[in-house]
């Protein structure tokens, strides 16, 4: 069992930036996906960027590429989603999730950004975007 813990949202100022982070307890990341989607009122749950714990490989929504960058702390079992040059549209609650992934299968981008394909999640944390 996985539990995951997200924080770092915020109120910030369009153009800013913030740090989420999430933090793993009852197993390592290791064999795991790790992933941030997020949710605004009245919107489906979407999908931002995900890492794999074991390779680093990365995936990122297209709203997302070039602004955003996930990375992970090995020593402290956490991800991390930088997130910089921030717009209002960016405002949403922030969700940490995971899921375990098998070397021998390939997986598309269909797979990585399906929520349902995910396990473990996190409360969220609210990110808000001033004009």
């Known amino acids: 069992q996985v539990q995951l813990v997200d924080t770092g949202g915020g109120l910030v100022q369009a153009g800013g930036s913030l740090r989420l982070s999430c933090a793993a307890s009852?197993?390592?990341?290791?064999?795991?996906?790790v992933g941030w989607f997020r949710q605004a009122p009245g919107k489906e749950r979407e999908f931002v960027a995900n890492?794999?714990?074991?390779?680093?490989?990365?995936w990122y929504a297209n709203s997302a590429e070039g602004r955003f960058t996930i990375s992970r702390d090995n020593a402290k079992n956490t991800v991390y989603l930088q997130m910089n040059s921030l717009n209002p549209e960016d405002t949403a609650v922030y969700y940490c999730?995971?899921?375990?992934?098998?070397?021998?299968?390939?997986?598309?981008?269909?797979?990585?950004?399906?929520?349902?394909?995910?396990?473990?999640w996190g409360q969220g944390t609210q990110v808000t975007v001033s004009t």
């Open positions: 009852g197993r390592t990341f290791s064999s795991y996906v």
């Open positions: 999730a995971a899921r375990i992934y098998s070397s021998f299968r390939i997986y598309t981008f269909a797979d990585h950004s399906n929520p349902s394909n995910y396990d473990y």
């Open positions: 890492i794999n714990w074991s390779y680093g490989t990365t």
